[in-house]
């Protein structure tokens, strides 16, 4: 840390704290009545600190050279986040320029990334790479075949997808946050978290499913 720039230093700072905040809100979004008005405060506070962590993650990539897969990282829990914020704002599967803009930058992003990483080589565990950038593209391949849906069918999909995006945001801060503090551990304290994740979406999703009012929150 020593040798940093002190605008460089404040960036990290910044995208730790901003990181840290995201996942105590994410915690309590998690555990507060769905729907409720402290639901959705919370949650609007939690993209809002998601926001800077995105941020300070591509200004450390772009502008001070960081780890180029913490762009992947970035990349995955921020359109997680967008993509499961514009479900619950649209309740539709219609095309929106926003929401297909969104769609190719991240592709353009993990197209970019594996360009990169194929001319330097495997320096990170395979299964941490393989695992993000397959996620990532899968929930992108997704959001294009969605269109393709019956409207009148996709009103009974939409909260499912909420869930799932908004607990995969929070997973990937997740599991970005312990693979930096617990590096030792990896590749199981980036790879572990992901699949507490994964639980927690099917838990979700299965209870409200069985609610029988998926359209309901």
């Known amino acids: 840390m020593d040798s940093l720039s002190p605008l460089h230093y404040t960036n990290i700072v910044t995208h730790v704290i901003a990181g840290s905040i995201a ?7 998690l555990t507060t009545r769905k729907g409720g008005k402290k639901h959705t405060r919370v949650g609007k506070l939690f993209l809002f600190f998601l926001t800077v962590v995105i941020l300070t993650g591509l200004i450390g990539v772009f502008v001070f050279g960081r780890n180029i897969f913490l762009l992947v990282i970035t990349v995955l829990s921020g359109y997680f986040g967008f993509s499961g914020y514009r479900t619950l704002q649209t309740k539709s599967n219609r095309p929106k320029v926003i929401d297909v803009s969104a769609a190719v930058i991240a592709l353009i992003t993990v197209f970019y990334f594996l360009y990169y990483f194929k001319s330097i080589g495997m320096i990170w565990s395979p299964i941490i790479i393989y695992s993000t950038v397959g996620t990532l593209l899968l929930v992108v391949a997704y959001d294009f075949i969605r269109y393709l ?13 909420h869930i799932f995006k908004m607990i995969g945001a929070f997973s990937a801060l997740l599991s970005a946050f312990t693979g930096t503090v ?25 209870y409200y499913y069985g609610k029988g009012n998926p359209g309901k929150p």
């Open 23 to 29: 996942l105590v809100l994410g915690v309590l979004a």
């Open 149 to 161: 849906l019956p409207e009148k069918g996709y009103k009974s999909l939409w909260l499912y997808e």
């Open 182 to 206: 617990f590096k030792d551990y990896q590749p199981y304290s980036q790879f572990l978290p992901s699949v507490f994740g994964t639980l927690l979406q099917i838990g979700f999703i299965v």
